[in-house]
């Protein structure tokens, strides 16, 4: 799955990886005193607020100028970004938008941070890059939002970002200590599905841990420093091999260089595995699986991964496609089923039945019980989501990795 902010990605991700933007996947609670008192916080979050309302019109200026002045002043900083600054504009507004949006949930926000510090690892990034981003996006800020601007307003920002950058300062330290910035990993199988659908086989350099559900972010030889996100297409495997389905999508470099130029023998980078979409095994609740096109990679991994661990839960999974040619992984879900009494599969091609996949979910059931997973195109966990309330199972049983969503509901 290819999941950048202009490629449109079909696993179930969007967004991409960048400095500014990573995926929010909330885990465990963080202590609320690194983000300091909740008075504090909450008038320091209206005078933010207040800031990204006022620059929204304006949003590509202010990326620009902040983009400019960072690499004016700091040039040794401009080697950490992509050659092609076009996709990273986009993402730092997105990043500001998140971050005001949940400034008083605390948890939500230093998970987010937390993520997004381990995640710039393999940038090369260090502690002291942080002050100079800070300088610059702030003077930035205070550039366009003309209006609401003042020492206050400039005050809290400078208090917020020190704050929020230290979160990301000590999670990358803490994660230094037990696991490498980036893996190196051969391409040692390439399967070219269908003309713009490849499986990839991988092997690592080096141990890589990982849970079924989860995903990492992937980097080429081709496109240094762009990477993109895809979920892991199995279990974890005891000769240590990991596989990605990948969909070349219009315009999309890492994914069209992945299905189109990559052959065994090639050599990508692979960031840390990151995710909540994984099985809670503490509990016998059947699993409801929505995947939609590569959306399927993920949900075949939690297949396993409850097969592997010799449960006899329920689980039912609804596989989505356009058409027919596009069920490439049918077969390998079939052949699951036969092997396991406890999986029901069930195809829904849009062009055949003229229903959407989360419509589908109506016809069967009842869903009480079970533990929703959602993986697929952004428009499909948006609609799969607001099904799986309809039908009564609470939000705290669906689990996505969706980006956008994520920003909607907070999970």
Aim: include cysteine; hydrophobic fraction near 40%; aromatic fraction near 8%.
């Amino acid at each position: 799955m290819d999941a950048p902010t202009t490629e449109p990605g079909e696993n179930g991700m969007s967004g991409g990886d960048g400095w500014f933007l990573p995926r929010m996947t909330p885990t465990a609670p963080a202590p609320a005193e690194q983000l300091g008192p909740p008075v504090e916080r909450s008038s320091d979050a209206v005078l933010i607020r207040r800031t990204l309302a006022e620059i929204g019109p304006v949003a590509d200026k202010v990326t620009s100028y902040f983009y400019a002045l960072l690499f004016v002043r700091h040039p040794e900083l401009r080697t950490l970004f992509p050659a092609a600054m076009d996709i990273q504009r986009e993402r730092l507004l997105k990043a500001l938008l998140t971050a005001a949006e949940h400034l008083d949930n605390t948890r939500v926000l230093v998970d987010y941070l937390q993520n997004l510090g381990r995640g710039h690892r393999k940038y090369g990034t260090h502690a002291a890059y942080y002050p100079p981003l800070g300088e610059c996006l702030i003077d930035a800020l205070g550039k366009y939002a003309t209006t609401v601007w003042s020492p206050e307003a400039e005050t809290a920002w400078v208090r917020a970002y020190t704050t929020m950058s230290q979160v990301m300062i000590d999670a990358a330290a803490a994660d230094e200590l037990r696991a490498p910035a980036w893996w190196q990993a051969e391409i040692v199988m390439h399967d070219l599905r269908t003309p713009d659908v490849a499986v990839l086989t991988i092997r690592p350099d080096q141990p890589y841990p990982f849970l079924a559900g989860q995903y990492t972010s992937v980097e080429t030889p081709w496109w240094p420093r762009v990477w993109r996100h895809y979920s892991f297409a199995s279990a974890p495997r005891s000769d240590g091999l990991l596989t990605f389905h990948v969909k070349a999508v219009p315009a999309g470099w890492v994914s069209n260089a992945l299905v189109h130029r990559a052959r065994p023998g090639d050599v990508i980078r692979l960031g840390p595995p990151v995710g909540s979409m994984t099985v809670d095994h503490t509990t016998g609740s059947g699993l409801l699986c929505l995947g939609g096109g590569t959306g399927i990679a993920p949900i075949k991994a939690l297949v396993e991964d409850v097969a592997e661990r010799g449960e006899r839960r329920p689980v039912e999974v609804f596989y989505g496609a356009r058409t027919d040619h596009d069920l490439y992984d049918v077969d390998t879900m079939l052949r699951l089923q036969q092997r396991h009494p406890w999986l029901s599969v069930r195809t829904v091609v849009d062009e055949q039945a003229r229903i959407q996949l989360p419509d589908a979910l109506r016809d069967h059931g009842p869903w009480t019980g079970y533990d929703a997973y959602l993986s697929g195109p952004p428009g499909m966990i948006r609609s799969g989501v607001d099904t799986l309330r309809d039908i009564g199972i609470p939000s705290s049983r669906i689990r996505h990795d969706s980006v956008d969503e994520m920003l909607i509901a907070v999970n």
